[in-house]
């Protein structure tokens, strides 16, 4: 009995996997694990809030982005869907951050805001810089990468040299 269930998931699974693939999102999945797990290990390793932020703010992004893409797939429109979405996201990130004590302590400044706060402003905005420039590469390239992962080396290279940046600023 059992290998008869084996035999048939064999042949079941990769059929529903196949059926119900979807095409490329905004920001591939690959992008968001690497970007959590890069959030993860900072935080373990003891690594600056400033950098942690960084890598918070792009996961951010790109979960805005696969979200508001989702909304448009499956036809769900909205006034103002998109400011909604990020407003959202941040106000639920952001706040329990500052509610736990994360942000707002006032040993953990530099430039006079606070370095996680600040970490996830910059890290929204090169992230997103990054997801235009992937845009602009493909676009040059006539729809097509240049090299495989582009999607994902682009963002993660920009916040790895985003990193390095303010490695140096906070030391």
């Not at 429109?77 to 909604?84: A, M």
């Not at 106000?91 to 606070?114: A, R």
Request: net charge positive; with cysteine; hydrophobic share 55%.
């Amino acid at each position: 009995m059992i290998n008869k269930l084996k035999k048939y998931f064999k042949i079941l699974l990769p059929t529903i996997i196949f059926l119900f693939a979807q095409s490329a999102q905004a920001v591939c999945p690959v992008c968001v694990v690497a970007v959590s797990g890069c959030v993860g290990l900072s935080r373990y390793l003891g690594v600056d809030d400033s950098i942690s932020g960084l890598w918070i703010g792009g996961l951010l992004i790109s979960v805005i982005i696969w979200t508001i893409d989702w909304l448009k797939r499956k036809n769900i429109k909205f006034y103002g869907r998109k400011i909604l979405v990020t407003v959202l996201f941040y106000v639920f990130t952001v706040g329990p951050l500052y509610k736990s004590e994360f942000i707002g302590h006032p040993m953990n400044e530099i430039w006079g805001i606070d370095k996680l706060l600040l970490g996830i402003i910059f890290g929204s905005v090169f992230f997103l810089l990054a997801v235009f420039a992937n845009d602009f590469l493909k676009k040059k390239n006539g729809g097509k990468v240049f090299f495989p992962f582009q999607k994902v080396v682009v963002p993660i290279v920009m916040l790895g040299i985003l990193s390095g940046v303010f490695y140096f600023l906070t030391c």
